[in-house]
Every structure is written in structure tokens, then in C-alpha cells.
DNA sequence: AGTTCGATCGCCT
DNA sequence: GGCGATCGAACTG
């Protein structure tokens, strides 16, 4: 318990940067993708096991329904980029932007499987009980791998501190869906999507 | 310029 | 299951 899957020297060495021909789908396409991916953020690793999708204007749910504005304007700009925000005035949340430049769509990452950097994540989070608490939900893994607003409009396709990864030896999952978590509008879309079995998730059902 | 309320979390009953 | 913390973006006037 509290210990590392694996140490970060070898995650990044059997895996590869995602490009940003990834990001640049739509963005429900992009969502059920990055299940199972990997998120490196400095010392502390975490695979992907719960997402949301978040389309464009038409999505009254998302931020990009206001148009573009000082804190959208990353949900319009190129694919592959964080857009990170405050949330209730003391947690922070991490979407990839998704859709082309000019075009927006984002996914919101909701719960990680924590790899690398546990016990730094655990100094971070002392509320946690267990490592399946120590993630699973936004505000708390970005808590825990000390992702904040200072990463908005970081570039994760290129090598550096902020990256996501594919391992080489992928394991086949099986995608639950449901409707996504805390909105009011447009609250029957079907666009959360979640590692089935996982007990990294935020939440099981609806 | 003032008000409202949210893509949450953790503690309380 | 309920609620308070805490702040800034978006909307109203």
C-alpha cells in the first residue's frame, strides 16, 4: 500500500507522447480514447479511468457555450493544449482540448489510477485513506499531482514537465457510459465514460 | 458595480 | 444525505 506501480525512469521509457493528430478528433472520440492513457505532470503519474466529454457551443453544459472569452479562449484554440480552471473557488479541474483549431470540444478527466509519486501525492492529499481516494475525482487528482491554473494553455504534445502517454503494452478495457456528473443542463447526455471494474472511478453509476 | 452560481470536496448528522 | 467553504466568470442593470 502507498507504494509506486512502477518507477517513472520506466513509464517513460515503455511509452510514447501522444501527438497531437490524437487530440485533433471529436472530442467523444477523444474521451474514450484516453482511457487507459497516462498522465505525467512532473514527479506523479496516474492512468486515465474516468472522462467527460464537453462539445462546443450546441453544449449548454460546457464552457465553450459562452464563446470565446478571456477564460475559453484555449476551448477554441489547437488541439492537444490543458485548459485548466477554479471551480467553487478552491478546486482545480484539467481538460485536454480536443476538435481542430478554430473548433471547440474538450474532456474533462475525472479520476486516475495513481502510478508514480504516490507518497508525494499522499503528502498532498492527507484526507485520502486509501490510493483509490487519492484521485478519483477532478479537484482531487489535480490536487494530488499539483496540476493548477498555472498549466492552462500548456502544450502536452511536445516533451517537457506536462505529457500524456500511451504505455506500449496497452491492456484491452471495457468503456462504461452514463450521463455526465454536477451539471443541470443538458444532464441526460450520455458522455461520461469510465474504465468498467475500476475502483479508481469517482462514482459507479449515475 | 452588484449578484448569482458553478464540470467539488470533506466533514457533519 | 446535507451543507459550508471560497472565488471569479458571466450576466444584469
Known sequence: MWKDAMPLARLTE??????????CRPAVEVAKDLLGKVIVHARTAGRIVEVEAYLGVSDLAAHASAGVTARTRV?????????????YGMYDCLNFVAEPDGEAGCVLIRALEPLCGIPLMRRRRPAARRPEDLCSGPGKLTAAMAITRA????????????????????????????????????????????????????????
Open 14 to 23: 515503455q511509452s510514447s507522447i501522444l501527438d497531437q493528430g490524437f487530440y
Open 75 to 87: 476551448l477554441f484554440g489547437p488541439p492537444g493544449r490543458a485548459y485548466v480552471y477554479l471551480i
Open 151 to 206: 498549466d492552462n494553455g500548456a502544450n502536452v504534445t511536445v516533451p517537457g514537465k506536462f505529457v500524456v502517454r500511451r504505455l506500449a503494452e496497452e491492456a484491452s478495457l471495457e468503456i462504461d457510459t452514463s450521463t455526465r456528473i454536477g451539471i443541470t443542463r443538458c444532464a441526460d447526455w450520455p458522455l461520461r465514460f469510465f474504465v468498467s471494474g475500476s475502483s479508481f472511478v469517482s462514482r459507479r453509476a449515475d
